[in-house]
């Protein structure tokens, strides 16, 4: 089992910044695939930043040149910086450990609020 909790969701001024974070309740960065996903009311879940265990990063279209996903080993900790903030990156922002082997290992987190508003 892999606990997750995130934290660092607030209200934020459009065009303001952010940081995400997810604490794991062990050391999994080493196998486990991370991910920000974020669900909006209304919308489905979806994808924001991805790392590898190896370390390769990717994002969604809308939140390249934006948004940086980053991890701390020693900390176990995972990062989503989030600058240029628009109203539309409002949502619920979940934290995610993904693990494929022969089985499939997945966990979220609770979710943490961010809304951007003026």
């Known amino acids: 089992q892999v606990q997750l909790v995130e934290s660092g969701g607030d209200l934020v001024q459009p065009g303001g910044s952010l940081r995400l974070s997810c604490a794991a309740s062990?050391?999994?960065?080493?196998?486990?695939?991370m991910g920000w996903y974020r669900q909006a009311p209304g919308k489905q879940r979806e994808l924001v930043a991805a790392?590898?265990?190896?370390?390769?990063?990717n994002y969604a279209d809308s939140v390249k040149g934006r948004f940086t996903i980053s991890r701390d080993n020693a900390k176990n900790t995972m990062y989503l910086q989030m600058n240029s903030l628009k109203p539309e990156d409002t949502a619920v922002y979940y934290c995610?450990?993904?693990?494929?082997?022969?089985?499939?290992?997945?966990?979220w987190g609770q979710g943490t609020q961010v809304t951007v508003s003026a």
């Open positions: 062990r050391s999994i960065f080493s196998i486990y695939a």
């Open positions: 995610n450990a993904q693990l494929k082997t022969i089985l499939t290992y997945n966990y």
């Open positions: 790392i590898t265990s190896s370390g390769s990063t």
